[in-house]
């Protein structure tokens, strides 16, 4: 099961574009990409997920290299409820198990 | 609201009593799990079904920590003889079979306080 590494936390400011960066060396041929947020005392919400190269839906973009050992998702122009902590996983392939592993996440704090 | 609902949303209770709750997924997902999260930590994976089959336990889990999903559809966590260590965010998540496993969808969560 592929492991994943990010920063612990990081600041920005209301307006800016945040970048955040995982890597996971070892992620295997069948894996996706996923980045979750989450507030307090809430379950972690599904942001974006990836297999290569880059993908955008409405909130996000993630930029995928084409060696897979990382990832970065990018926030544009983030405002104050932002603030979250964000999580980066690897999955596996449809027919082992599927235990993702969480990593403690990276706490963003967006500032005025 | 994700659509995965989870119930009580907090519990406080005694060392040594019994707890369960509830998880009611998003209906046509097959797969659901179980996690626990405390402070400062990211979710733990705790267990793991594919419709009414337990399919992995995580060793992290004792006896006292046990699932059911009898009909494939609800599910519930009961924790026998809590432990003061026990307390923690509990959260269920449910999933479609598919190889985009990784889009879980999760619940509120239930708090867990043992005094």
């Known amino acids: 099961l592929a492991k994943t590494t990010q920063p612990i936390s990081m600041d920005s400011y209301e307006g800016q574009e945040v970048n955040i960066t995982c890597s996971h060396n070892n992620i295997a041929t069948n894996d996706y990409i996923t980045w979750y947020q989450q507030f307090p005392s809430q379950g972690p919400r599904f942001i974006i997920q990836g297999y290569k190269t880059k993908v955008t839906n409405e909130v996000a973009s993630l930029f995928i290299p084409a060696d897979r050992k990382s990832s970065t998702l990018s926030l544009p122009r983030v405002s104050l409820s932002d603030t979250a902590v964000y999580y980066c996983l690897v999955g596996v392939s449809e027919d082992s198990n599927y235990q993702l592993i969480w990593g403690a996440g990276t706490k963003l704090i967006i500032k005025p | 609201d994700t659509g995965v609902s989870q119930d009580p949303r907090h519990k406080i209770t005694k060392r040594g009593q019994n707890v369960t709750f509830r998880c009611d997924p998003i209906s046509e997902h097959n797969r659901l799990y179980w996690y626990r999260q405390t402070l400062g930590q990211g979710p733990e994976f705790l267990t793991y079904f594919q419709n009414e089959a337990q399919l992995e336990k995580s060793r992290l889990l004792s006896d006292r920590f046990s699932a059911e999903r009898p009909k494939g559809s609800f599910s519930t966590l009961e924790i026998q003889r809590t432990e003061q260590g026990d307390s923690a965010m509990y959260l269920c998540?449910?999933?479609?079979?598919?190889?985009?496993?990784?889009?879980?969808?999760f619940g509120p969560g239930t708090r867990l306080l043992v005094l």
């Open positions: 998540a449910s999933s479609l079979k598919g190889p985009r496993r990784g889009t879980q969808y």
